[in-house]
């Protein structure tokens, strides 16, 4: 499936598209729930955590297309990756809000508070306030030109505050648990059926976000469609 769709998306694709994120979504809640062993300390709201992580992990990607995707709208000044940028950071934006509500679901239990300002969730939060600024500049900015090249800067600025909210748990003392998968986790720490778990729900929220994401760019199209036909009907 490529990630950056046709012009238009036909219906029988659209279809698919969520049929097939709805089935596997399905089959993830029953692992989440009902397969996956009760982890001994925490109990039942240790289950979050296959929701907080795959959505921040895919929040993560997400914003490296914005990256990639402002970069070259500023190098080639075409305004399809633009579009695509914006369509992907608003879909990032709403997995990493998605997230930072699990997150502050677990910790109540758990730490006893919902948020702390301790350095992981503080770079989280800085990151997701970038995101809602580079939605803010699209908006208030005084043309379309202007929003695109403000935009792809902020894009471009916010994704270097990703390695910084990855590493942060291991650079300062945090609440935070350290990490227990990935080439920087300690081997084992994790139990084998949870680790399944938590890599099939991460497919599941990235098939989720490509799903979203080809849809709000097709949206994108024809919003800019619309504009030029009524332009046209201007002049």
Do not use: C
């Amino acid at each position: 499936m490529s990630f950056w769709p046709a012009k238009n998306l036909n219906w029988s694709k659209e279809h698919f598209l969520i049929l097939f994120t709805g089935l596997i979504g399905l089959v993830n809640l029953w692992m989440i729930f009902i397969w996956v062993p009760t982890e001994r300390s925490m109990g039942l709201v240790q289950r979050l955590f296959y929701i907080h992580v795959p959505t921040v992990w895919v929040g993560f990607i997400a914003f490296g297309f914005v990256a990639l995707a402002s970069a070259l709208y500023l190098f080639e000044r075409d305004s399809k990756w633009d579009r695509r940028a914006s369509a992907t950071a608003e879909i990032g934006l709403i997995l990493l809000s998605v997230s930072m509500a699990s997150g502050a679901m677990w910790a109540k239990p758990v730490w006893g508070t919902w948020w702390t300002w301790d350095p992981k969730l503080t770079s989280v939060f800085v990151l997701w306030v970038i995101f809602i600024g580079y939605l803010m500049v699209r908006v208030y900015a005084s043309s379309m030109r202007q929003a695109a090249t403000w935009s792809s800067i902020v894009g471009i600025i916010g994704f270097a505050n990703v390695p910084i909210v990855y590493l942060a748990s291991m650079w300062w003392r945090s609440l935070h648990p350290e990490l227990v998968t990935g080439p920087l986790s300690e081997s084992g720490s994790l139990h084998p059926d949870m680790r399944t778990v938590l890599y099939f729900s991460t497919f599941v929220f990235l098939v989720l976000f490509l799903s979203l994401t080809q849809l709000r760019l097709s949206m994108k199209n024809s919003e800019e469609e619309f504009e030029k036909f009524h332009k046209e009907l201007l002049t």
